[in-house]
Nanobody, 120 residues
Framework: QVQLVESGGGLVQAGGSLRLSCAASGSFFSIKTMGWYRQAPGKQRELVAATTSGGSANYADSVKGRFTISRDNAKNTVYLQMNSLKPEDTGVYYC??????????????WGQGTQVTVSS
């Protein structure tokens, strides 16, 4: 089938940096969009950043200028470079991919989530 595997989460001090990676594996035709969501304790899951295969990207206002999303289509991998991290960035980060199997079958997949903790 299809699996999304995330890596790169951890504990970092405020002002530091982390880079998250998410690789899609399995049998499919293509990936339309890939993105990152996060969920803090007691809060709703929110979109952090997303990108299309053509390079178009969207960011949450709270991370603009600090986070950068990028994509390697040959490796079916999306990255999230996080700089100038703040305690408010703490949460579980989830990878999402819109995967195309054929003309009539497109499904959304989610990674297992990776914890990001930013200490003050």
């Amino acid at each position: 089938q299809v699996q999304l595997v995330e890596s790169g989460g951890g504990l970092v001090q405020a002002g530091g940096s982390l880079r998250l990676s998410c690789a899609a594996s399995g049998s499919f035709f293509s990936i339309k969009t890939m993105g990152w969501y996060r969920q803090a304790p007691g809060k709703q899951r929110e979109l952090v950043a997303a990108t299309t295969s053509g390079g178009s990207a969207n960011y949450a206002d709270s991370v603009k200028g600090r986070f950068t999303i990028s994509r390697d289509n040959a490796k079916n991998t999306v990255y999230l470079q996080m700089n100038s991290l703040k305690p408010e960035d703490t949460g579980v980060y989830y990878c999402n991919a819109d995967i195309v199997f054929d003309l009539l079958r497109t499904y959304a997949y989610w990674g297992q989530g990776t914890q990001v903790t930013v200490s003050s």
